[in-house]
Structures are given as structure tokens and as C-alpha cells.
């Protein structure tokens, strides 16, 4: 292993510096960052593919492999498993000729994927909408409005807080209208970097040995093949359609409009959750003030696993970051950075990046981990703090999840320490596990307190959430189920955008009860698949989501807060990182296989 040890610090320190620039490109782009990212990105591209086709590099692991396999403890017979299909699936078998096609096509397609999503921000960032009319902007939370607040009126935008409160509770359906088309019509030059992007990837598959791009996906994932995954999906999708049906009916029948659209769903869909569950989305705001929910998160997390946060000075890349170091018994192992507020220049969304990985370096030294949790949350003024929307509540929580899965990594081999080396679709189980807390009482009891007056969310209201987490469900289950069936579709072939928009509109018959408008362009803002690393992918959701409401429902059955259960958690799941197999880390921790139907059930489909 002296020969793999250094071979994974020189990746290590790559990613070290990369990750950086990435993410700034992210946060506070601008022309200079663009720059920056797109000289270091093909560079990248090309090392790691150069370095994945090395015939003598593949051959000295191989021989370290059998050679040495019985004696290597599992975490490093898994290195240089996971290795050895690196270099399979990087081409290293091939012929030079072939070997330069793959470089060719693996450097296109970076440069197709920042183009894609650097369209995407750039129509994003570049509308706004002015209202001048108070009528028109009668019902909008107080917090959302004052963030609107502009000269001339009331300025709304396709930021996410801006383009959700004008649609959930906007009075006007024109400008509704107006806003929507604005958002699903974003970056239409995206179509033709969609053709471009199924042709290569076709063509990368074809070159390594598979018919489809979504048989290569599928290498290196936890699902078998993508027939498995498209029944499962399929599945899902025809025992909720019917309950999805009902709720549209619900809506339809309160919205009492012949002609009901996409852009009325949102607005319809709040007005009939307050009637039926009896919440107002505006009336927990209060309770959940920012910095009030971050540290009753953190101490959520110090009670389940024993883990504590203490806010550290160091340099960050904006005035509101934060930084933290994590102990466990009084030692230092971890450090997490939070960027929440949405901003310009930001893209949408929520993420978790890692930044250092958990590992022993070629001297034996323990390097620590440090990670990033970023958000596009109300922003904060002296005089309007960040109230956040419980569902803002419960992404924070779904990307700390993904956070302590990387940050509570005990593994010392840098490949599969933290979320490296986690089959892609069940890397989503740690952070759909997480965010179920969030809608539970003894959690919410901790933090959720009223921002002036200090009060306790009462418990009618705590009540009223755990419909609010069930409220049409099936609906939204089916546009999840909708991503995931398309994505794996359109993955099959090198389809050309208007065949794309064929196979979606199909998919559509079967998982979308209101049918979206002809202008509808999704596929163009899809930026987890064309623009991230959800390609024939984006089931993972799903398929981990099964084991995320079985280990929830595990601990509600124990006591949330019993220790053994949040210990053993910790001791299997979150800190053996790629160093096994998930679903075999899932029967360790359960003592079982996975109960498939608890997703239907935590989820409230019957």
C-alpha cells in the first residue's frame, strides 16, 4: 500500500484545491470566478481521465490486489476494488485511439455542464418582476414582502424564497402566470447542450463496453440494472396515482376554476393545506428564526450522537458564513461551514459539499474533515430576521445529514472515508433520515421557540405538522417518481431534444394529473442530471429513501433519544462512510433487510 497511499494524497490535495474554486464559482459568481472555473475544470477532466487510462498504474494496483487482498483489511481491499473499476470504466483496456475519444468526450462534456448550469443562473439572476399595485400583492407573508421591497413597489424574482412566496401565496394568477413562465422557460439554449449531452454520453458507453449510458450509470451504483430501477419506480408510481388523484381533485374543487394550471397548484395547494390541516404556514415562521434553528439543530445532533459545535473565527467567503469545529469527548474532528441566505450570484437549492475527507495521509497523520452546508434561505436584516418556512427547516436538516455522514467518518483510507465511495443512490439515506426529525416532537420541542416572546411551538400546532408532512403526499411523490423515471429514460439512447420532450411528455400521462403547460420546458433547468451527478441517477432519491423511513420509524419504536440507538447509528451508518456496502451497514445497524413498504407508510400512502 505505499504505492496507493500517495497515489490517493495527490487526489486528496486536487480535490482540496478545486473544491474552493467550485464553490465560489457557486456562491458568489461573477466573471472573474467563471474564468477561474472554467481554466481549472478541463485541466481536471483531463487528469483524472489520463490518469484512469494508465495501463502501468492499473497493472500495479492489480498486482497489489491479488497479491495482497488476504492480508488488507476490508476498507482497503474496497480501495482498490473501487479502483480497479475506476480504471475499467476510465478505458484503460482500450486501444490509444479509443482512450483519446474518451478524453475528448470526457472534456466536452464538462464544459457542457458548466455551460448548462451557468445558463441556468444566468436567466435566473438576470429576471425580475415589478409590482406596483398593493392589491396584487395582498396575502404575501410580512417577511417576504419586506425582502421584496424595492423603489417603485415590490420586485419579485426566480430566486427560490422569491419565486415560492409569490407563488404559494401571490393573489394575481396572471403574474403567477408570468413568473412560472419565466421559470420553466430558463435557458433555452440548454436544449441543444441536452443533445449534445446524451450523444456523448451514448457514445462514452458504447466505447466502454454497454449499449446504453445508463448501464454504465448503473456500474457503480447500488441498483442491479435499469430495468430494476424503472419497475421499482414504475411501481411506486401506480400505488400512488390514485391517492394522487384525490388530492388534485381536493384542489381542483377548492379552486374552482375550469381551466386549473401548474401555476395554480402552488397558491390552491396552501390555501387547501391551511383548511385541512389547519396550518399557516406564516404562523410558524416566527418559531423558526435562523440562528434559533441552527443551534437547536446542533443540539439535536449533540443529543443523539454526542456530538458538540462551537463557533470558530476563520477566514470565509462571505460576511454570513459561518464556521464550526465539531468535538466528540472534548477532541476536535470535524469543522462545517453553513452559507444559508440566498443571494445573487448563488445558485439555487441546497447542497452539502465536502471539503477535507477523513483520512490518514502517506506519514500516518490523521487529516481531519471539514465540510459545507449551503442554503438559499430569507436573508437576515437588523431589522427582518431570517424566519425560515418549516420546510426550509427540514432541507436544513436533510443537508446536515449528508454533512454528519462525511464529517463522522472513522475510516482512514481516503477513498471511502465520508460520502467517498458510497454507491450514488443510497447516498441520500443519511439526509432523508435526518430531515424526518424535524417534523418530530421531542426535536421540535428544542428549538422551535418564538422569536420574541420566547414561547414553545405549542403542541396543537407540533400536531398539525405531521399532517402537513402526509398533505398530498402521493402528488408529491409522483413528480419526484416523474424526475427519476425520465431521467433513466431519456439515459437509454441519444435522443434529440424534441424526442426528449416527447418521452417526458409521455411520462407525464402516467405521474402528472394536472398536466404542465406546452411551454414547460423542465428538462432545461434539470440541472442534477446535466449539470451535477444525478445522470441516470436521480431514483437514488427513492431507492434510499426506503431506508431512510425504516431506520427513522427504528428509532421512534426505541426512543428517540435512548443513546444505544443513536450510538449504534453513528457507530455503523454514518462513520464507516464507502468502506461497505450500504444495504449490508443497513442490516448491521436493524438487524434485518430494509422494510420497502415503510416509505409508502412514513409517508402516509395507503
Given amino acids: 500500500m505505499n504505492f496507493i497511499r500517495p497515489m490517493m494524497e495527490t487526489d486528496m490535495l486536487i480535490n482540496e484545491f478545486i473544491t474552493p ?12 470566478t467563471q474564468d477561474v472555473y472554467n481554466y481549472c475544470m478541463p485541466e481536471i477532466t483531463r487528469y483524472g481521465t489520463e490518469l484512469g487510462q494508465r495501463t502501468d498504474i492499473y497493472e500495479a494496483v492489480l498486482d497489489i490486489f491479488e497479491a495482497e487482498k488476504e492480508t488488507l483489511k476490508p476498507a482497503q481491499v474496497k480501495v482498490l476494488e473501487k479502483m480497479l473499476k475506476g480504471f475499467r470504466l476510465s ?20 464544459n457542457l455542464s458548466t455551460d448548462f448550469s451557468q445558463n441556468v443562473l444566468k436567466d435566473s439572476d438576470s429576471f425580475e418582476l415589478l409590482i406596483e399595485d398593493p392589491k396584487d400583492v395582498e396575502g404575501i407573508p410580512a417577511p417576504d414582502l419586506k425582502t421584496a421591497e424595492c423603489e417603485k413597489g415590490w420586485c419579485f424574482t426566480l430566486k427560490l424564497p422569491s419565486y415560492m412566496a409569490y407563488m404559494a401565496y401571490g393573489p394575481n394568477r396572471k403574474i403567477r402566470e408570468k413568473l412560472y413562465h419565466a421559470f420553466c422557460t430558463r435557458a433555452p439554449q440548454n436544449a441543444e447542450i441536452i443533445e449534445k449531452t446524451l450523444k456523448l454520453r451514448k457514445e462514452m458507453a458504447n466505447i466502454l463496453g454497454f449499449s446504453r449510458f445508463s448501464d454504465l450509470s448503473i456500474e457503480r451504483k447500488n441498483a ?57 404556514e406564516q404562523e410558524y415562521r416566527p418559531y423558526f428564526e435562523q440562528d ?70 502517506a506519514d500516518g497523520n490523521t487529516v481531519l474533515a471539514s465540510g459545507l452546508i449551503c442554503g438559499n434561505f430569507p436573508q437576515a436584516a437588523p431589522d427582518n430576521p431570517s424566519l425560515l418556512r418549516h420546510s426550509d427547516v427540514v432541507t436544513l436538516f436533510h443537508e446536515t445529514g449528508h454533512a454528519l455522514h462525511h464529517l463522522f467518518s472513522k475510516v482512514d483510507e481516503a477513498e471511502v472515508s465520508g460520502v467517498n465511495g458510497v454507491d450514488w443512490d443510497v447516498i441520500e439515506f443519511p439526509s432523508q433520515f435526518l430531515e424526518l426529525f424535524a417534523y418530530n416532537r421531542e426535536v421540535l420541542k428544542m428549538f422551535a421557540k418564538h ?11 407540533i400536531d398539525r405538522l405531521d399532517g402537513v408532512r402526509t398533505f398530498m403526499a402521493a402528488s408529491g411523490m409522483l413528480r419526484q417518481l416523474e424526475f427519476g423515471i425520465f431521467d433513466m429514460t431519456i439515459h437509454a439512447d441519444a435522443y434529440t431534444a424534441d424526442e426528449v420532450q416527447k418521452i417526458l411528455d409521455e411520462i407525464r400521462k402516467k405521474t402528472s394529473i394536472i398536466l404542465p403547460p406546452a411551454y414547460n420546458k423542465f428538462q432545461h433547468g434539470f440541472s442534477h442530471i446535466f449539470a451535477g451527478g444525478y445522470a441516470a441517477g436521480y431514483y437514488s432519491y427513492k431507492w434510499a429513501e426506503r431506508l431512510s423511513c425504516d431506520a427513522y420509524s427504528i428509532f421512534v419504536d426505541n426512543g428517540v433519544f435512548d443513546g444505544k440507538t443513536g450510538e449504534k ?9 464507502g468502506s461497505m456496502d450500504m444495504m449490508e451497514l443497513f442490516e448491521q445497524f436493524a438487524g434485518r433487510q430494509p422494510d420497502n413498504d415503510s416509505l409508502l407508510r412514513v409517508n402516509g400512502i395507503k
Avoid at 21 to 32: A, D, K, L, P
Avoid at 239 to 266: C, F, H, R, V
Avoid at 451 to 461: I, S
Fill in 451 to 461: 422569536y420574541r416572546t420566547g414561547e414553545v411551538l405549542p403542541d396543537e400546532m
Fill in 21 to 32: 474554486v467550485s464553490h465560489v464559482n457557486y456562491v458568489n459568481n461573477s466573471e472573474q
Fill in 569 to 577: 447509528f453513528m457507530d455503523t451508518v454514518l462513520s464507516s462512510g
Fill in 224 to 280: 442491479k440494472k435499469p430495468e430494476e430501477v424503472l419497475q421499482f419506480l414504475t411501481d411506486l408510481a401506480e400505488k400512488a396515482y390514485a391517492q394522487g388523484k384525490k388530492e388534485m381533485e381536493e384542489l381542483k374543487k377548492l379552486a374552482n376554476l375550469k381551466d386549473i394550471a401548474s401555476y395554480d397548484t402552488g397558491f390552491y395547494s396552501e390555501k387547501l393545506r391551511r383548511i385541512k390541516c389547519g396550518y399557516d
Fill in 91 to 110: 478505458g484503460v483496456h482500450l486501444p490509444d485511439e479509443q482512450k483519446a475519444r474518451l478524453m475528448e468526450i470526457n472534456l466536452e462534456l464538462t
Fill in 292 to 361: 434559533s434553528v441552527v443551534k437547536g439543530l446542533f443540539d439535536f445532533v449533540k443529543k443523539l450522537f454526542g456530538v458538540s459545535f462551537k463557533q470558530v473565527d476563520v477566514p470565509v467567503w462571505h460576511e454570513t458564513v459561518k464556521a464550526y469545529d465539531m468535538s466528540r469527548d472534548g477532541k476536535v474532528f470535524a469543522r462545517l461551514f453553513t452559507d444559508l441566505e440566498a443571494r445573487k450570484g448563488k445558485r439555487d437549492g441546497a447542497w452539502m459539499n465536502e471539503w477535507q475527507t477523513h483520512h490518514k495521509d
